[in-house]
């Protein structure tokens, strides 16, 4: 894999906005893997296919790619926002694949992957609708607000120009798989947990350290009057998933350390 554009993909096409897709998408069907499979391609879906660009002819896997100049953000634009929240809140959304690029020379800065099991409400942000003089009046686009998701479902394939070890992207890719197994309102209490503890920023930490958060976590889950007993859940099923340890009576180590992805030789 390497990360050069190849500019020659949209000739014909005059919209910049039709070159930068026709060209990144190109890139993306001939050069990106699959990371939840050994599969070392993926394909382009036919035109008009809602939220899914590309798909896995091996696991089945679905992306959505999105690509602009410039550089992440904190938030990340995706489409619409009616059809991605019901798609989000029936864990049927894509994973999506932020890219990033530059001119001169054509080529990719940032190749972000966002797992679709990392995604939960909470993630999606709606945008203000379009204004009453604008082409689609009323439209709303929504964003995936990036401090929603664990610095684990922040899985990089490229960055700041280098391309990552394949090998290390898809161990970091499958060892949160298992979340795509649960409903999403579980998934989003045992990755809001995972985000408490990473933040802790210790290998070994306390279940007072994690209570820490209850105000925090009372205010995201309002209904749920019992959010101590949900954080101890939480707790076992990280223990039980092989991120955690439990050392003695309330304390902690993590066992899951990311290892993120280095530069490819």
Known sequence: MRNQLDPSAADGYKSNSQIARRVTENWFSESMYCPSCPNKSVRQTRGGTKVVDFDCSRCGAEFQLKSK??????????????????????????????????????????????PRHFLTPAAIIAAPPLSASARRAGWVGCSIKL????????????????????VAVRKLWRKFAWLEGVTVECRGWTTDVWKCIQ??????????????????????????????????QQ????????????????????IWSSNRPSPSS
């Open 69 to 114: 100049q410039g550089s992440l953000g904190r938030s990340l634009r995706d489409a619409a926002y009616a059809p991605m929240m019901e798609r989000v809140s029936a864990g049927l959304a894509p994973h999506f694949a932020f890219m990033t690029y530059r001119k001169q020379p054509w080529e990719i800065v940032d190749l972000l992957l966002v």
């Open 199 to 232: 933040r802790l920023g210790k290998r070994t930490f306390t279940l007072a350290d994690v209570y820490a958060f209850e105000i925090e976590l009372s205010a995201k889950y309002p209904k749920n009057r019992h959010v101590r007993d949900k954080i101890r």
């Open 147 to 166: 401090d929603e998701i664990p610095h684990d479902g922040r899985v990089f394939v490229i960055q700041r120009g280098s391309v990552l070890d394949t």
């Open 235 to 254: 707790l076992q099923v990280l223990r039980d998933q092989k991120l955690l340890k439990f050392d003695s009576r309330g304390i902690y180590s993590l």
